[in-house]
């Protein structure tokens, strides 16, 4: 049972409907109240929540301020890519249309500080006002001037005004070299696996009981939790696994409490899911569709990974292959796979002792970015010039964690990699090109 919030500045019903819509927050949510203190309060002027992807930041902010009607501005950094966008937005909550027509066509900040506090001469607050700034790690690339002015705002426009910047990295990485004023900081930690567990019950099917369900989502977590915390990720998951599990239950073949039954149908069917953890290269009704399609078939189960090359552009596929073939070869064998005039070498002459073992059981090992490019330019069937395309789609890969970089950021000059897939997702990647893989690996010799 969640412990009931309290707070004297605020109806007891509404601080109800808070708790019943925020499980396992309400620690954090109580300390926001206490922070922000009773409407008609001074706040203080900036707060800084930050904490890891799906934590409940945006959630908590947007109950709070819509359940106890209190007046904010909610800005994405993302969406407002200039700060014409960001200033007009928060006119906009606040005072309307007129007031964000009143901006010139490039405001600056002293601009918008003018209007707003024309504004507020004209309809003063009679609430503390809010703007609460999504994704603000951004805010880093605006203007130097923007940051510092936020965080002091409300003694820059004389109003009740407080500014809560929602982040994932912590404000040591936020300071301004020359100093700013210091916000308030305020951590969220991650669901632990019994939140994860309370939270995802709750979405349970109406035609199953809550225990049925229950055991479920502990099932799920045992295989997904060691490798994926994110809440929206699992409970993507849960939606597009659940039919599966049901399956011998609505053929009749087991009851609700034969979990271990359950169990053993659902087991492979999460496994194949695990291999595309925060890829989502495919929809729910994709998924469904492929898992029909497998089980007519005969023959050994592809896994979703089979699946991957149709999301994959045809140039990336090269530099996956060569990427991989980096990760698991010696780097002097380059020569005798890549090179039509490399004489007769044997495999026993340059075997040395530390490549007695498989280079496939020690995993992959980091190659530079000239050492990729040179496998790619050999391997793919055309002649390819070294655009600003082959480089962006190697960064493309890295950011769908195909490929893994292993260098600093500031080492620019020979960045380098290690290719994160695996043998069977490769392998499946190379017969979409005709490209037969194993011909070129040193271990398969």
Known sequence: MAALLQHPGYEEEKLQRVTDQ???????????????????????????????????????????????????????????????????????????????????????????????????????????RYIVMEKAE????????????????????EDNVTVILLSEIVWDKFRPNTGCFEPLLLHFPDYSKGELQQILSQDRHPSYSSEFYSSYINILLGVFYSVCRDLRELRHLAALNFSKFCEPLAEGKVKESDTHKLWRNIEPHLKKAMQTVYLREVSSLQW???????????????????????????????????????????????????????????????????????NHLLGPKPFPLDRLLAIFYSVVDSRVAPTASIFSQISSLVTLQLLSQVSHDDQLDAPKYKCAVSMNFICAISRTVNFDIVKYLYDFL
């Not at 951004?138 to 426009?157: F, G, H, K």
């Open 138 to 157: 951004l805010l880093r690339d605006t203007d130097a001037n923007l940051l510092p002015a936020l965080l002091r705002l409300q003694e820059l426009v």
């Open 22 to 128: 925020l499980p396992c927050r309400e620690v954090q949510a109580g300390t926001l109240l206490s922070l922000m203190g009773q409407p008609q309060q001074y706040s203080y002027p900036s707060i800084f929540i930050y904490g890891h992807r799906a934590a409940g930041k945006s959630h908590v902010m947007n109950v709070l301020l819509k359940e106890l009607e209190l007046p904010h501005a909610t800005v994405s950094c993302v969406e407002c890519v200039s700060v014409v966008l960001l200033f007009e937005q928060v006119l906009l909550s606040f005072f309307g249309c007129d007031a964000a027509s009143q901006l010139p066509r490039s405001p600056s900040l002293s601009d918008f500080i003018r209007i707003y506090r024309q504004q507020c001469s004209q309809s003063p607050a009679k609430q503390t």
């Open 288 to 358: 469904e569709q492929m898992q029909q399609m497998e089980e007519k078939e005969t023959g050994a189960l592809r896994g979703l990974s089979a699946h991957t090359h149709v999301e994959l552009p045809y140039y990336s596929k090269f530099l996956l292959i060569a990427a991989y073939l980096a990760s698991y070869n010696p780097a002097r064998t380059d020569k005798r796979f890549f090179l039509k005039h490399h004489g007769k070498i044997r495999k026993t002459n340059f075997l040395k002792k530390n490549e007695k073992t498989s």
